[in-house]
């Protein structure tokens, strides 16, 4: 009998919930009209009724718990309960917290409710349609709720969908990544003949909640060939469906059978056939059918959804609609509010707004049916009539994508028997050996018919067999044991393996035999112990009678009965049965329903505690057939777990007892087994059948407890333990009247060779984990006993070298195994011939010896298959993994059994290894590959694992970059583990970020919501850490708080005028500061990561002042000021706060609306707020409805910033939707006809640009061609487009360089435009052309206010058209272009242009000649004509002019071409920090204040001109130092800010301001993250960003958009490095060795520096390095892990880096300075005495703990250091001392801490008492020594560090000290060595040190000896040639005694 364990009362959690759940409650929904009418109405009556309330039916189902739970958790579960409209999701379990993880309140009852797995397919569209069910993409799972006519579906993820049918639901199941949903069938439909037509499908499939369902088909191989067909057979049910493998169980109504089916996607072929074996009268209505019958089988879609259904919303209003095509009356959908509410089903008791978008959703993936959805209207309601009575459209049906192919039917009953019925519950099983069933009950007949199947050899198909037949009322499979509980039909619950039955099962709160029901006694609380037994005090007083109860302790003994007898457990017979069924299986768990109602839960227990006896039954099952495999495997079980437990008896002496038995050993007479046995019987504690009634003990129970033979065997076991004299105490063997014999007919007798095999190989097994070490010695006794029995005596031998004390276990009992039986046994496969041990095999293969193909039972000897794969890769150099693998191993088949040919588990391995030539590389892959992680080598002998962390180790200096994460961590290089962990996961913001505390280096909160409180301190704190440069541009930038107005008041100044006099003092402060968010933008980009709870805080921009010293606020009220004069700094207010955003932020269009101002006024920063999201790309979230609302609104600036951002984001995209948006806006897009739209210029100038945009780089023809026209629009017509002409041509000039970037030599599309004859005519003049196209009718009418005549405004035109024309031609070095281009070189030429556009000139023939352009002051000049270098400047005082040289124009001409050539080289070096140009342009800065500084110069030229030109050098200057924080710029910028008010204000424009305050945001962009980027499609941004022509005043926007001016976000990437040590996660500096591309102009060209630090672009350097000795290695180089560089750059830039030993870091070594010269970074030493160790490698005698610790910060090893080093007088610690501080000091300073421990191991093993000096300590020092002498050592390979993980003299002073130790030993016990030779008799020697002898010089075994010795004794040269090991004087003395013995 069976007993199980842990039985408790149970009541579904969801029961007791959902008494305090709060039920159904309606939702009021206001402002909202449907759109259908009558829906209210038909709920409402729909929900009324007229019959009682009853209680709602409830049912529930359970599953293991997905989610990774701690131990303490394990057996939890997941419960999904159901009570009428209530759904409660809930997980825990009987020994954890229950707790609810959703409910859910539908408006309809709930028919059913499951658990689904989807797939949601990855968004790129397949061509072909998936051959299988399995499909890539992401796993989505979550619960389904199925009412009447719709379906709703839960993510876990915590995403809704909800479907409504066109039909109702009669069942769903869930099938392999999807559903099936079975539709209900109408008995007048089941009256109909069966047609195959699709809207006769009575199961649907879904794979995804977007997607449509679709009809399934079957797939059936007839006599008569291939059938496919739709399912429309409507006595065909569905009764189960599993997952794994995917099948489903149907039953046949009709025949009254079932069959089984494969469900499996449908082939295109099958789908072929089914749609061409329809009819075209489907489609027409079947005579007499009445039309307006809802079951008419040509209604079928729409006829289902009666009144009761629970919704007649339309299916999903996107992709596909499914209807009959008979539906043509088309019903107004409903409103898209009232159908998510209906469809929510909310989550009671709240709705949740994601779900109002259900319904709205599209799908990712419509690739997958693309042209198969029905094209038909929405589902009808039910009492629709069909209007007309044919179809003459032909609607292409939906394609089936799941196909029932058919398996196998049972056989039909006999006649006479009639049908039997529909299964009641089907359920797949196990038996234990691993053989699959599919079971279905049949209530009818109390029968369980089990099928057994399997997989087909190819694994193709699925092979089933006979029915058996097992008599049952209820059964449900135990999934964790492989057991089948069984309620027979007398109401006795039974085991089965299979279809054997192996006992009965006793649930211990459950009545055992006969009787009333008054004995359903109350069941065990929760609080009761795990264990319940038939002795707890939960039985009621009347059932304690005397007779019962000592009737039922007879019946449940713990007295084992005999070990054949296995008949015992029919002896009961019940027959009235007190359980009603059984149900809710999980794990090892199940549920037992009793007649009253009540249920209990109870658990089975497992078969075994012990790993050792877990890993030898499962070899058992392996090695034996399989039946008696299960009857071994059930008798082990039975005897485990019968009632009253183990007693006080080992599990591994039940074991080894039960075992034997089944061999047919008599255990009584066997030593073995005899003086173990304690069984309960014999202790005289447990004789008396009554129980004492006093709890206290007496002295005669102490007697009893000394005198029993438990305690004699417990005592001599202990004395044994603690090395006492034990030889008095053991008892000799009982002698027996009779021999004893074994059983040959017991069950296991011959196979006893086959269970010596499965448990050596688990020994072999065992052997290989430290831990087990206690199973091994358990398990060595049994397979000695077999070995002698079996008289393999070199295994016995094998064993007894392992295990010295077996030499003594002989017993003078005869072996009950004569000669004649061992002729009767059955031997396996395996070979006996020679030991299989792991430690023969390897030793043999490093020596180079054959060695034969290792044997493993798959599945339980996993440690021996990898670690001999490992060796073979090892010692197989030579060939390929999977060729070594198959050499050295072979795998033992199941015995009878029929199995895979290859070793898939291999196999698999195979094919993800990455081929290398490095043998240590191959075999770190290998190990990866095997899932071996450093834990498990810990786990592995030392001697054995050697190798493979000398593998790892010689690995870890510099692996390949190109590996896959997994290797990384292996060799414990986490750093790069960690960088390549980054792509994997989801963007994620670094430690800090929503922190909002000021800057450290601030007092108070002065700072605080400037803005600026976000930067990351860390980078910044490393980069600039040596001055406070970045509080400096942080006030430098400070727009946030009132200007201090530190003025002092004349005697003669009134108080009036001295308020106007700070009034004005304010404004031009406030002039400065409202040009400063530009700037503060730059400074800010990408900081911050907002809270998507919390709306984006912007910084407010103060135009007030505050007065010392009472701090007196000044506002401009008493002076005039412009009007709106902050309406664009607001603006670009609002864009540097939207551009703090980081990139991977997640922004939604709701988070975008939750920013808006409140009262919905727009407002300039909101404004600026849309234009900064269209930079960062995060409006394309933005929906389009939103976007029409806010063009609507009519706002000026927000339609500026709105344009602006969807072309930014969408930028060479060409997308439509967008360039609709745009076209609207410009009416040269527009067709002429058009109705003319007020657009606002400023929009217009936003719009064309925003074309360029969109258009960027694409080269499109019409939009090159109106841009082109745009240039040269003329004024009007009538009083249009008068004002700030420039900026539109300039912004269409833009536009048109944008499209055309680069494409000047290309003539494909664009060369009969003309277009570079255009620009020249429209940078030149001339007379204007006539106008063509659309252009001609719109400016028929002239402009009433300008009158421009037959010529060409080049002041309009000039600008856009220089720079489109220099843009067009970049790169081309076209010498035409350039000549157009140059600077006149005469007065009169001069005359001719205006200077400013010389600037522009310049430009643009520096974009031509790009290749030619050098950072110098000589190209420069070169640029320059000789005229302006002669003449400018040169106008002397008190001389007379010149009459022919107008010296004006002469210098504001030098200068402009300067400030033109500075800003090429600014624009070619942008970013780079090149110090040739930064030098070249200092020069040229330095000359303009210069001539600033000079009044003639400054009369000469204007100040207004200078300090245009002045800028423009100084933001060119900031663009080469772009993120470079560059000192001598910030002081430049600084300076040239402070110039505020009188003489200054008069040339010191808002421009002037607003470039210093982008120099300054340029120096530290990104808050020193980003830089500029130098791509063609980066330099036409910044020439839209930087033109050099900058505001007179804040709402100056003539000849340039402001707007532009934040363009530059464009040309920006992310290119800092900040290295972070990957242990301790702090920042630190790392040396970098930057290797460029060879180039034209330079080769090998070589860098370093040190990180954090800006790299330089991409696409320059081929290679990265992390150089010096205190960080371990990365390299990225361009052709193996350069993404990974490419994803570190766009991920926050974080490296993650190692330190090595020995070193500090960087930041705490004063001494370092880093970016001066190479040799520096070879500093860094923890101390001076760390350097002269690491240096230093010789050994040293003697360490202190302070040496230790200069070279690690592992507290653990510093605690060791601590706690051991510290010495005492004591010599022996001393000793102890001096070797623990070696051992520690080698292992520190090589960086090898993981083998101190191995160190350690090896000392104690070899150096402590007799107890250690084992078998195991003495092989593993031998592996080691054998590994570092063979010619595999890795050590000794090429291009590899010799270093060695252990050292070479310790292992050789380990050696020396055992043979000292050996050697005496010898010379006392030379006799009984001898002796033991001669005869394998062991006497009076030490048998650990006789094992420890034999084993450390390999002596053979004396069977062995005695075949080579002859008769006569053995000679001299023969022992030598017999003991090689031993030294000569060794051998002879052997000689001397062998011949005195004899």
Not at 821 to 839: C, E, N, T
Request: aromatic share 8%.
């Amino acid at each position: 009998m069976i007993s199980a364990c842990e039985t408790q009362e149970f009541v579904p959690f969801g029961r007791r919930y959902i008494e305090n759940h709060p039920g159904i409650f309606q939702i009021q929904v206001q402002n909202h009209v449907s759109t259908e009418q009558g829906i209210p109405l038909v709920k409402s009556f729909r929900d009324i009724s007229i019959t009682d309330p009853k209680k709602p039916k409830e049912h529930w189902m359970f599953k293991k718990q997905c989610k990774d739970f701690s131990k303490e958790n394990e057996h939890c579960d997941e419960e999904l309960y159901v009570s009428g409209n209530t759904v409660i999701w809930s997980h825990g379990g009987q020994s954890g917290i229950q707790q609810v993880l959703k409910t859910f309140t539908m408006d309809t009852p709930v028919l059913q409710a499951l658990w689904f797995d989807f797939i949601l397919p990855n968004t790129e569209i397949v061509p072909d349609p998936p051959s299988s069910l399995d499909i890539e993409g992401d796993l989505q799972t979550g619960i389904c709720v199925v009412e009447l006519g719709c379906v709703s579906c839960y993510c876990q993820s915590g995403k809704e969908y909800s479907m409504a049918l066109p039909f109702q639901i009669a069942s769903v199941w869930k099938m392999k990544n999807g559903l099936l949903f079975e539709r209900a069938v109408s008995m007048a439909e089941s009256s109909n003949s069966k047609r195959n037509f699709p809207n006769q499908t009575t199961v649907f499939s879904m794979l995804h909640c977007l997607d449509e369902v679709s009809p399934v088909i079957t797939r059936t191989n007839t006599s008569s060939g291939l059938k496919v067909s739709y399912m429309t057979d409507t006595s065909q049910h569905i009764v189960y469906t599993s997952v794994e493998p995917s099948l489903a169980l149907i039953y046949d109504s009709q025949l009254g059978v079932h069959s089984a089916w494969r469900i499996q996607r449908a082939k295109i072929d099958d789908c072929s056939l089914v749609c061409g074996t329809m009819d075209n009268s489907l489609y027409h209505p079947a005579p007499g059918t009445p039309l307006n019958n809802q079951s008419s089988c040509s209604s079928r879609y729409f006829g289902n959804l009666s009144s009761q259904s629970p919704s007649v919303s339309p299916l999903r209003n996107f992709s596909g609609r499914i209807s009959s095509p008979g539906c043509l009356y088309l019903p107004q959908p409903i409103s898209p509010m009232i159908s998510s509410i209906a469809a929510s089903r909310s989550q009671s008791p709240a709705v949740t707004s994601g779900s109002l978008h259900r319904f709205h959703t599209p799908s990712p993936n419509l690739g997958r049916h693309s042209g198969n959805y029905f094209r038909t209207p929405p589902v009808c309601s039910s009492n629709v009539s069909l209007i007309n009575e044919s179809f003459t459209e032909w609607v292409e049906p939906l394609r089936p994508e799941v196909c029932l192919e058919h398996l196998w039917t049972e056989p039909a009953p006999a006649i006479r028997d009639g049908s039997l019925g529909k299964s009641a519950k089907v359920f797949q099983m196990r038996d234990l050996c691993g053989q699959q069933y599919l079971c279905y009950l049949i209530t009818y007949r109390q029968q369980l018919r089990c099928v057994k199947f399997e997989e087909s050899n190819d694994l193709s198909q699925l092979i089933f067999g006979s029915v058996s037949i097992i008599p049952a009322k209820d059964a449900l499979p135990i999934e964790s044991l492989n057991l089948l509980v069984v309620l027979d039909p007398n109401g006795v619950l039974f085991i089965y393996s299979g279809v054997t039955k192996l006992n009965r099962l006793h649930v211990s709160t459950l009545p055992l035999g006969s009787g009333s029901l008054s004995m359903l006694k109350p069941v065990t609380p929760m609080s009761s112990p795990q264990r319940g037994g038939i002795f707890t005090s939960s039985r009621p007083p009347s059932a304690m009678d005397q007779a019962g109860f000592d009737e039922e302790i007879t019946r449940l003994s713990p007295v084992q009965t005999d070990l054949e007898d296995s008949s015992h457990f029919d002896e009961f017979q019940a027959h009235s049965s007190y359980i009603q069924g059984l149900r809710d299986n999980v794990g090892k768990r199940f549920t037992i329903e009793l007649i009253n109602g009540s249920m209990v839960r109870a658990v089975m227990p497992k078969a075994s505690l012990s790993p050792g006896i877990e890993k030898s039954l499962q070899s058992l099952r392996h090695m034996l057939p399989k039946d008696i495999a299960i009857s071994v495997l059930g008798k082990w079980y039975t005897t485990r777990n019968a009632p009253g437990g183990l007693g006080n008896q080992s599990e591994w002496t039940l074991f080894t007892k039960t075992l034997f038995g089944l061999m047919g050993y008599d255990t009584s007479r066997l030593a073995l087994t005899s003086q173990e046995d304690l069984d309960i019987s014999a202790s005289p504690a447990i004789v008396a059948k009554k129980p004492k009634q006093s709890d206290q003990g007496s002295e005669v129970d102490w007697e009893a407890l000394i005198g029993s033979d438990h305690h004699k065997f417990i005592k001599s076991s202990i004395e044994c333990c603690f090395g006492l004299d034990c030889s008095s105490t053991s008892v000799p063997a009982s002698k027996h009247s009779f021999p004893s014999s074994i059983n040959t007919s017991s069950l296991l007798f011959v196979h006893i060779p086959a269970v010596f095999a499965a448990l050596h190989l688990t020994f072999e097994e065992l052997l290989l984990s430290t831990t087990l070490v206690e199973e091994v010695e358990n398990l060595v006794p049994s397979l000695y006993q077999l070995a002698v029995d079996l008289r393999k005596t070199n295994y016995a031998d094998y064993y007894c070298r392992k295990f010295p004390s077996l030499y003594n276990s002989c017993s003078d009992e005869p072996s009950q195994i004569t000669e004649e039986h061992l002729i009767k046994l059955q031997y396996p496969g395996m070979v006996f011939d020679q030991v299989v041990s792991v430690d023969h095999w390897v030793n043999a293969a490093l020596k180079e010896q054959e060695c034969f193909p290792f044997p493993y039972i798959p599945g339980v000897c996993n440690l021996t298959k990898s670690i001999i794969s490992l060796y073979a890769v090892l010692v197989k150099q030579n060939m390929t993994t999977e060729q070594a693998v198959d050499r050295c191993l072979r795998r033992l088949a199941p015995a009878g059994h029929r199995g895979p040919i290859t070793d898939l588990s291999l196999s698999r391995s195979f094919s993800v290894t990455v081929p290398t030539t490095s043998v240590q590389e191959r075999m770190v892959l290998f190990m990866t590959d095997l899932g071996m992680t450093l834990e498990e080598l810990e786990c592995l002998p030392v001697g054995l694992s050697l190798p493979f962390r000398e593998a790892i180790f010689h690995c870890r200096y510099n692996p390949p970059s190109d590996w896959p994460e997994e290797p990384y961590v292996l060799i414990g290089r986490q750093d790069l583990a960690k960088l390549l962990s980054m792509g994997k996961k989801k963007n994620v913001c670094p430690p800090g970020i929503y922190t909002s505390k000021p800057y450290t280096g601030t007092e108070g909160t002065q700072y605080e919501e400037d803005g600026m409180e976000h930067l990351d301190q860390e980078l910044l704190r490393l980069r600039f850490s040596e001055d406070l440069r970045v509080s400096e541009a942080r006030r430098l930038l400070q727009s946030s708080r009132p200007a201090r107005i530190a003025l002092t008041q004349r005697p003669e100044v009134s108080d009036h005028d001295f308020i106007e006099e700070q009034e004005r003092h304010l404004y031009n402060i406030c002039i400065r500061t409202m040009a400063l968010p530009v700037g503060r933008g730059m400074f800010t980009l990408c900081t911050y990561h907002p809270l998507p709870t919390e709306p984006l805080p912007i910084p407010k921009l103060c135009l007030q002042g505050r007065a010392p010293p009472r701090n007196a606020t000044v506002d401009l009220t008493h002076i005039d000021t412009p009007a709106n004069m902050s309406s664009w700094p607001q603006f670009h207010n609002g864009v540097a706060a939207g551009l703090r955003m980081a990139d991977f932020s997640h922004i939604d269009s709701t988070w975008i609306l939750y920013n808006k101002p409140k009262g919905n006024e727009l407002t300039n920063e909101y404004a600026g707020f849309l234009m900064a999201l269209g930079l960062n790309e995060h409006l394309i979230h933005l929906h389009s409805l939103n976007v029409h609302d806010y063009l609507s609104k009519g706002s000026e600036m927000t339609t500026v910033g709105l344009l602006l951002g969807l072309a930014a984001a969408k930028r060479g995209t060409m997308d439509f939707a967008t360039t609709r948006i745009l076209s609207i806006h410009v009416a040269a897009f527009l067709p002429p006809t058009s109705t003319e739209l007020n657009v606002p210029h400023n929009v217009q100038v936003a719009a064309i640009l925003g074309v360029g945009l969109v258009y960027q780089g694409t080269a499109h023809r019409h939009t090159s061609e109106v841009l082109l026209s745009e240039i040269g629009r003329p004024p009007g017509p009538e009083l249009d487009n008068c004002t700030d002409r420039e900026s539109y041509s300039l912004a269409a000039g833009l536009a048109l360089g944008l499209v055309m970037f680069g494409k000047g030599n290309e003539v494909i599309g664009t060369s009969d435009l003309g277009m570079a004859d255009t620009l020249c005519h429209f940078m030149t003049g001339g007379h204007k052309r006539p106008l063509i196209g659309s252009n001609k009718e719109r400016y028929k009418a002239p402009s009433y206010q300008i009158k421009e005549g037959d010529n060409i405004n080049v002041d309009v035109t000039s600008p856009g058209a220089t720079l489109a024309l220099g843009m067009l031609y970049f790169r081309t070095n076209n010498s035409a272009v350039i000549d157009w281009l140059r600077v006149p070189d005469t007065q009169f030429m001069l005359d001719q242009v205006r200077p400013d556009f010389l600037m522009l000139r310049t430009i643009s023939r520096g974009l031509v000649s790009w290749d030619f352009v050098v950072p110098s002051f000589e190209w420069i000049k070169s640029m320059i004509p000789q005229i302006l270098q002669e003449k400018a400047f040169e106008r002397k005082q008190g001389e007379e002019d010149d009459v022919m040289i107008d010296y004006e124009t002469m210098s504001q001409s030098y200068c402009n071409v300067v400030a033109g050539g500075c800003l090429v080289i600014g624009l070619k070096f942008a970013g780079t920090a090149n110090q040739m140009a930064f030098g070249t342009l200092m020069k040229s800065i330095k000359l303009a204040l210069t001539i600033m500084s000079s009044q003639s110069h400054v009369e000469q030229t204007g100040r207004g001109v200078l300090e245009n030109c002045m800028v423009t050098i100084l933001l060119s200057l900031a663009m080469v130092m772009a993120g470079s924080g560059n000192l001598e710029v910030l002081r430049l910028c600084r300076m040239l800010r402070a110039r505020i008010g009188p003489p200054h204000n008069i040339f010191v424009t808002y421009g002037s301001h607003m470039a210093i305050s982008m120099s300054v945001g340029l120096l530290f962009l990104g808050g020193g993250r980003y830089s500029l980027s130098t791509t063609p499609e980066a330099i036409g941004i910044m020439l839209c960003a930087f033109f050099p022509k900058f505001p007179f005043h804040s709402n100056d926007n003539r000849y340039h958009l402001q707007a532009f001016r934040h363009l530059y976000v464009l040309a920006t990437e992310a290119r800092v490095v900040l290295p972070r040590d990957v242990d301790s996660g702090e920042p630190c500096y790392v040396p970098l060795e930057i290797r460029f591309k060879d180039t034209a102009d330079y080769c090998g060209e070589v860098f370093r520096t040190s990180a954090p630090t800006l790299l330089p672009e991409l696409d320059k350097i081929e290679e990265v390095k992390i150089l010096g000795p205190r960080y371990w290695p990365i390299t990225f180089h361009i052709d193996k892990n350069w993404s990974t560089l490419n994803l570190l750059l766009k991920k926050n830039g974080i490296l993650f880096v190692k330190q090595r030993a020995g070193y500090l870091s960087y930041v705490l070594d004063p001494k370092i300075c880093l970016p001066k010269l190479p040799k520096t970074y070879m500093k860094g030493y923890r101390s001076v005495l760390a350097k002269s160790l690491t240096s230093d490698h010789s050994s040293h005698t003697s360490v202190k703990p302070d040496v230790i610790k200069a070279f690690t910060t592992d507290p653990v090893i510093s605690s060791m250091a601590d706690y051991f080093l510290m010495g005492k007088d004591d010599c022996q610690r001393n000793r102890t001392l001096q070797k623990l501080s070696s051992i520690l000091y080698s292992c520190v300073t090589q960086e090898k801490p993981e083998v101190i421990s191995t160190h350690l191991r090896l000392d104690q093993v070899l150096n402590q008492s007799n107890f250690s000096l084992t078998h195991l300590g003495i092989r593993q020092l031998k592996n080691i020594l054998a590994y570092y002498n063979s010619p595999f050592n890795l050590g000794k390979l090429e291009n590899v560090s010799s270093t060695q993980l252990l050292q070479m003299e310790f292992l050789l002073a380990l050696k020396s000290q055992l043979e000292d130790r050996l050697d005496r030993w010898q010379a006392a016990n030379m006799e009984g060595i001898v002796k033991y030779l001669q005869t394998n008799v062991v006497e009076s020697c030490d048998l650990v040190l006789l094992s420890a002898y034999v084993t450390w010089y390999n002596i053979p075994t004396p069977e062995e000896i005695s075949k080579i010795i002859v008769e006569g004794g053995p000679t001299l040269p023969v022992l030598c040639s017999t003991l090689p090991h031993l030294p000569v004087n060794t051998v002879m003395q052997i000689l001397a005694a062998w011949q005195a013995a004899v």
